[in-house]
């Protein structure tokens, strides 16, 4: 379908968008009941406040994982695993970074993810890029001896998060061109749409699996105006600092799987999850202990019900997100076989505000029934959004690539990227009424989709054609 | 006068109460052009950008002095001079602070002023007290081998800043107790009404010029938090901490003093002020940055009117106002002989915010002329305050307790303690709008003290009664 008109939805008395009157009234009550429980709240208050920050490949991480088992044993999970998987480990290590021309100030930095250490304390001039754009235009060796500085302007705020893919850039491939350059070292605005003192870290971008040979430090928003200031004045800046980021070698890390195993095709998989892993900035509240336990919760709601829906569910807590969608990618390579299996699959990481929109890219026929999906929780305030919108969030990547069907609940991001990868991403930005909206919207949702007898899948495309 | 009673505001048409019209309309004109100034807000701009932070006694408070200096030389000044002290040195030096049991967790923590350098890499298990009232009832040697940690709540928000002190004696008095206790180090809930990773410094209070032996440590909000929900689990918390923060013995700092000699009585000083230091973590936008920037720019707009008011106008910029209102008690000891000609005071150190009320306390037969100059600012917003309320801010206390009138211009602190001492301290903060506001108050105010013949002092006491 190449279709891009927004779609127009199917009349509810169609047959292929039917959903059995017995399942909506068991949706309704589960959406009541999770607006009154606090078990979402009570399993991202336990992962922060008991495990805390948890980096990717580390021992935090590892906790993480027996967390998340001992979870799934004290809930009504018939399956709960833990799968493995190897990968390579960054740690952050100490930084410091300062100003010390015009004068000494200390600045609030965080190595990006990704970045090598400094050699020795390095101390040199700063050469100001305006944009990503423009230090692209160098040429080699051009920023020898030199500390490059990349500004640009704080995120723009949206709902959507729109702002975040071009505020990004600049975090990404930033380093390529300073490195191509010669400089000591990279500098950027962070990227993040607060205007507080912190840094926000996350992953670079590899050049052909090449990661940064030079230390990429991140400043806050304050800082850069700081600088920017400094440069408008024609002052002459340098810049100081330490960093002892750095690759670690192969480390193991893990996926957590629960599962709910269907009554009537236990082999059908409706995929739910979150990531595991936070950034070690903060406390993984919003990025993604709240993901962790929307789907998880949601799905306790369900197993609390008398029966087993038809089809399974499983929540997958995947390991390793934030560096690459590692466990992301290990979930699909373990479960390659059985991908033809997963009839829909959705992620929650986009922080903990409420829902406002579901959007989805199944088959067509089935858009009906996500169109009742819709309709079934209106009253959360969620409105019925694109039905051909790729998705499903990041570590359904490779899922959808596979051909695995998506939908996707976008949670309201105004105000996600003041938080997003910094310090202040702690429990008590998490306001527990809207993360009982988040799992209601996901009860009912999973609920439908697992009960059902709706084809989301695609058919197949006739493997032989001779 | 014993009256607490609200004042009533005299009769506009009275003798004592008459503010001459060609007064009120230059006022009124002043008011119009602060309006549509910048000057405010560029002074706060080249201090924050071209001194960064100014640490009461430090090279960095030595380099605002150089600024102050010739920011008042550009401007329209009679008299500019740095008047300098001595005071002993307070440098922070370098913080680690973590968790180390149940699990490791770095902690964003800072050292309170006064806070003694940490023996060596301090590790030891938590004992917890819910407030500070509670480490008050401990026995002698009863916390040996263990580090306290006093919680209690964020700070209550208020208009006034009411909650600053209920909420500062964990700050100010908690290492007496915490020392008495033998402990090893004290940390605590920071004084602070955000919910933010920052922590808030600030100056511990000496115990009769003892000054604590042990490290002082405050945590933000969000880490006192994580604190309280592990006790509230029994978990068993340790800290690791090391602090380089100690005296440093004795440096010069100094106060910098603008004039705009009266025309008539060049004796009689109009003064008004904010502190040139800052702490150091934020740039010091807000405290006191903005009270510099208000209280410069008000003055220079009336030093552009074609004559000088009838007396002195004089812009005192204190330093040393954070570790103990130093540059304040110098003042008044460099100044004791012309006290009695300080004829009103009153400082700007509440932050940026608009002005909203107008309180004072001077010679009741004045406070009908208080009650014009209210009239005359009305149009900005601010209501009429109370006429028997001692104040002027904090570095006007010596003047104050000499017998100097008072008045005070309130700014809203309803989110002031979001940012007060802490790294979010800086530019962007402020609002250049609400800064206009602040300086036309100030210019109206000081003018008609400046410039009428209204006697705010009390009658002196009959010397010889004999
Ligand atoms: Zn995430
Ligand atoms: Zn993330
Ligand atoms: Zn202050
Ligand atoms: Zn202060």
């Known amino acids: 379908c190449m279709s891009t008109a927004i779609h127009a939805q199917t009349d509810d008395n169609s047959t292929s968008s039917r959903i059995e009157p017995a399942i909506l009234e068991t949706a309704n009550a589960l959406i ?30 590892k ?24 990968m390579p480990f960054w740690d952050r290590g100490h930084l410091h970074i300062s100003l010390t021309q015009p004068y000494k100030q200390a600045l609030y930095g965080t190595a990006l993810g990704g970045s090598a250490p400094s050699t020795e304390d390095l101390e040199a001039p700063v050469v100001y890029f305006r944009t990503v754009h423009d230090i692209q235009n160098i040429n080699d060796g051009e920023l020898n001896g030199k500390i490059a500085f990349i500004d640009g302007e704080p995120m723009v705020k949206s709902q959507t998060g729109a702002g975040y893919g071009p505020s990004n850039q600049k975090r990404r491939i930033g380093w390529q061109h300073a490195q191509r350059g010669g400089a000591s070292a990279l500098v950027i605005r962070s990227v993040g749409s607060d ?36 440069h408008e004045l024609n002052k002459t800046m340098h810049l100081s600092l330490h960093s002892g980021s750095d690759w670690q070698g192969d480390v193991t890390s893990g996926n957590v799987v629960f599962d709910l195993v269907g009554r009537d095709k236990p082999d059908e998989i409706v995929l739910i999850g979150g990531h595991l892993d936070s950034w070690d900035l903060g406390t993984g509240a919003v990025d993604d202990g709240a993901g962790v336990a929307i789907t998880t919760a949601a799905a306790e709601l369900i197993a609390r019900l008398p029966h087993r829906p038809r089809r399974t569910i499983r929540v997958v807590l995947f390991g390793a997100e934030e560096v690459g969608l590692l466990g992301a990618r290990a979930y699909a390579a373990q479960h390659a076989a059985e991908l033809n299996n997963h009839v829909l699959a959705t992620e929650s990481d986009f922080g903990a505000e409420k829902i406002w929109r579901l959007r989805s890219n199944v088959n067509p026929d089935a858009n009906a029934v996500i169109d009742g999906i819709g309709r079934q929780i209106e009253r959360l305030g969620i409105v019925r959004g694109d039905a051909k919108s790729p998705g499903g969030g990041p570590d359904i990547i490779p899922l959808a690539a596979a051909g695995v069907p998506t939908v996707r609940l976008d949670q309201n991001g105004t105000d996600y ?24 919207a996901y009860a009912a949702l999973v609920y439908i989709a697992a009960e059902s007898e709706a084809e989301f899948r695609l058919p197949k495309a006739t493997e032989d054609k001779e």
């Open 32 to 61: 009541d009941t999770a607006l009154k429980s606090n078990l979402g709240y009570e399993i991202v208050e336990s992962l922060t406040t008991e495990v805390g920050p948890r980096l990717a490949g580390s021992e935090a991480e």
């Open 63 to 86: 906790r993480a994982r027996d967390w998340a088992e001992k979870l799934g044993d004290s809930l009504s999970f018939d399956r709960v695993s833990v799968e493995e998987f190897t």
């Open 195 to 230: 205007s507080h003192r912190f840094p926000h870290t996350g992953m670079m971008s590899s050049d052909n699996n090449n990661w940064a040979t030079i230390p990429v430090i991140a400043i806050s928003n304050p800082d850069a105006d700081h600088l920017r200031r400094l």
């Open 417 to 440: 990227f003041d938080l997003h990868h910094t310090p202040d991403d702690t429990l008590d930005k998490i306001s527990p009424e809207a993360l009982a909206q988040n799992v209601a």
